[in-house]
């Protein structure tokens, strides 16, 4: 009984971690509990914390409670976990095979550094030109992107705090940015940090949290539309960190 509400647990960690919303978890939770053969059971989740408790017909009880320290968004492992979850409801698997087929699904890069390095860079030129800027200023923007996402691999390293990560990737952008001012290559920094900062804004998050909220988990919306205002709080922090220290504004 353990072991299979633990192994539920571990599948909805994994898809509360991969940005899953929360209904979604705790719905997939409670229903391979019941595959199981659960009687009944009870499932509290919100994005930092994960509470169930599950009933058999024997009328054991058992309670097991988990706390999410990182949260990001990888939709093709959402996929792949909820294809998961349905083949648990539908087919007898066995533990072992359950726990093969999840390791194998969270050990699956679903995209390497250089892909993302690519994306950050063509996103961040793409909206450079959006915003009206010329050739020159898409080029430096293309080319600072690709090291924001590389400045934000090393800060997650260093420190597992998404906010900590775009203060440092918003001061190295400006710093980027403005030494490209000073060198002469782009005759102002505005429309080229417009398209910087666009890769950074957390417009997934926000979406999240009113998802969250439009479909009733209140705490997980809130607490999604905290994180997102200050990951916002802290691009800006980090922007006019560089510049006061630069001498930019006074």
């Given at each position: 009984?353990?072991?299979?509400?633990?192994?539920?647990?571990?599948?909805?960690?994994?898809?509360?971690?991969?940005?899953?919303?929360?209904?979604?978890?705790?719905?997939?939770?409670?229903?391979?509990?019941?595959?199981?053969?659960?009687?009944?059971?009870?499932?509290?989740?919100?994005?930092?914390?994960?509470?169930?408790?599950?009933q058999?017909?024997?009328?054991?009880?058992?309670?097991?409670?988990?706390?999410?320290?990182?949260?990001?968004?990888?939709?093709?492992?959402?996929?792949?976990?909820?294809?998961?979850?349905?083949?648990?409801?539908?087919?007898?698997?066995?533990?072992?095979?359950?726990?093969?087929?999840?390791?194998?699904?969270?050990?699956?890069?679903?995209?390497?550094?250089?892909?993302?390095?690519?994306?950050?860079?063509?996103?961040?030129?793409?909206?450079?030109?959006?915003f009206?800027?010329?050739?020159?200023?898409?080029?430096?923007?293309f080319?600072?992107g690709?090291?924001?996402r590389?400045?934000?691999?090393?800060?997650?390293?260093?420190?597992?705090?998404?906010?900590?990560?775009?203060?440092?990737?918003?001061?190295?952008?400006?710093?980027?940015?403005?030494?490209?001012?000073?060198?002469?290559?782009?005759?102002t920094?505005?429309?080229?940090?417009?398209?910087?900062?666009?890769?950074?804004?957390?417009?997934?998050?926000?979406?999240?949290?009113?998802?969250?909220?439009?479909?009733?988990?209140?705490?997980?919306?809130?607490?999604?539309?905290?994180?997102?205002?200050?990951?916002?709080?802290?691009?800006?922090?980090?922007?006019?960190?560089?510049?006061?220290?630069?001498?930019?504004?006074?």
């Open positions: 009984m353990k072991e299979k509400l633990c192994l539920a647990m571990d599948i909805g960690e994994q898809m509360l971690v991969c940005g899953a919303e929360v209904h979604r978890v705790e719905d997939s939770v409670k229903r391979i509990c019941e595959a199981f053969g659960a009687v009944r059971t009870d499932v509290f989740i919100i994005t930092s914390s994960m509470v169930v408790t599950v058999y017909g024997e009328g054991d009880t058992c309670t097991q409670t988990r706390r999410i320290t990182s949260t990001g968004t990888d939709f093709e492992k959402i996929h792949r976990l909820n294809a998961l979850s349905r083949k648990i409801c539908a087919d007898d698997m066995t533990v072992s095979q359950i726990r093969e087929e999840l390791a194998h699904i969270v050990a699956v890069n679903t995209y390497p550094l250089w892909a993302e390095c690519v994306c950050y860079a063509v996103i961040s030129g793409a909206f450079a030109l959006f009206g800027g010329g050739g020159i200023e898409a080029a430096v923007a080319a600072i690709a090291q924001v590389l400045v934000i691999t090393a800060a997650d390293k260093a420190i597992s705090n998404k906010i900590f990560s775009k203060f440092i990737a918003s001061f190295t952008a400006t710093a980027l940015a403005f030494a490209a001012l000073k060198l002469g290559w782009v005759p920094v505005d429309k080229t940090m417009i398209g910087i900062i666009m890769t950074l804004i957390p417009g997934i998050g926000l979406t999240n949290a009113l998802r969250d909220l439009f479909t009733g988990d209140s705490i997980a919306g809130l607490l999604r539309s905290i994180e997102a205002v200050l990951s916002a709080l802290a691009i800006a922090a980090g922007y006019f960190l560089f510049a006061a220290l630069g001498g930019v504004i006074g």
